[in-house]
């Protein structure tokens, strides 16, 4: 299914699109978001990007913090709260602007 991404495409100028696998149940960041603004192209990159890393760490609680599809920060630990207090601290400053990811 071919939709139109929500604020813009790579550049505010651009208009975006997405197209999506409507068979696909799985976890996805193309899935009904729940609050705030629409995402754009690098948000989705950067979301989908987080949500690989916390897929393979999904036995433990984790956390990834991910800006421009680079991650600043990973970690797992005892609860989500621990996790995201050492993945935040990986790279603070990066981390300003972000997309997080959670495992549970």
């Known amino acids: 299914m071919k939709e139109k991404l929500g604020r813009y495409a790579e550049n505010p100028h651009q208009i975006g699109w997405i ?8 976890p996805s960041v193309l899935n ?19 949500l690989e890393v916390v897929i393979d760490l999904k036995k433990v609680p984790s956390v990834c913090v991910v800006k ?20 935040w601290q ?7 602007g972000s997309v997080i990811a959670f495992s549970k």
């Open 32 to 50: 009904k978001q729940l609050l705030g603004p629409a995402l754009g192209y690098n948000n989705i990159l950067d979301a989908n990007a987080a």
């Open 68 to 87: 421009h599809q680079t991650p600043c920060g990973i970690a797992t630990g005892n609860s989500l709260a621990e996790a995201f207090e050492h993945a």
């Open 90 to 96: 990986g790279d603070p400053v990066s981390a300003f």
């Open 19 to 26: 197209e999506k696998d409507s068979s696909y149940k799985g």
